[in-house]
C-alpha cells in the first residue's frame, strides 16, 4: 500500500482536496473554548492513529485541515519525549535571516519528500484558550515543523516554498527516513 494510500485509510485528507488550499478560520477566543479544545482532541487523537502506523524520527504535525476541519489549530509532537505543541491562531511574527534547506515530509501527499528552505527561527504568536496571545521562538527543527502546520492553517503546501525547478522526490528515494535533521553549517542533506 502506498504511504499517501495509508495516510488516507487513516483520516489525512490529501492533495487536491481544497480545504488544503484555503485558509483555516481562526477561533474566536475564549468564546469558542470548547470547539476549540474538540478539535485539537480530534487532532491528538488522529496523531496516535498515525504514529502506531509510520514513525517520526523528526516530530510530526498535523493541521485541523489535514483532517478535514477548516480552523485555525495544529498540533506538533517533536521528537523524542519533549511535550506536544498546541498551535491556536498562529501566525509567523519573524523569522531569521539565515535559513537552510532539508527535506519535508507532508501527511497529505506522503509519496515525495520535498527539499524546502526555510529560517532557521522563527517566532510565532498563538491564542491561549482564555484567548491570550503568547509569543514563542522556535528554532531549527522544531522552526521547520512549526512553520510547515502555520502553511497548512494559510492554505499552503510546503511544494509552494520549494525553489523553482526543483521538484519533490519519491519516498523511495529518500534516505533519511528514521534520522533527526542536521544543523551543522552549511552542509546540504542527501537525498
Known sequence: MRPSQRMR???????????LTE???AFDLPAEKDEAERVVDELFAA????????????????AAPQIGISR?????????DAPAIVLLNPMV???????DEQYEGCLSFFDVRGLVPRALKVTVETAALTGEPLTTVYEHGLARLIHHEVDHLDGLLYAARMRTGVEP??????????RAWVYAGNARPEA
Open 23 to 25: 485558509p483555516a478560520r
Open 9 to 19: 485509510d487513516l483520516g489525512v485528507v490529501q492533495q487536491g482536496a481544497a480545504i
Open 72 to 80: 485555525a489549530a495544529a498540533v506538533v509532537q517533536p521528537p523524542g
Open 169 to 178: 522526490i519519491p519516498v523511495e528515494e529518500y534516505r533519511q527516513t528514521g
Open 47 to 62: 496523531i496516535d492513529r498515525i504514529s502506531q502506523v509510520h514513525p517520526f524520527a523528526k516530530g510530526v504535525g498535523l
Open 93 to 99: 511574527t519573524a523569522r531569521s535571516g539565515e535559513t
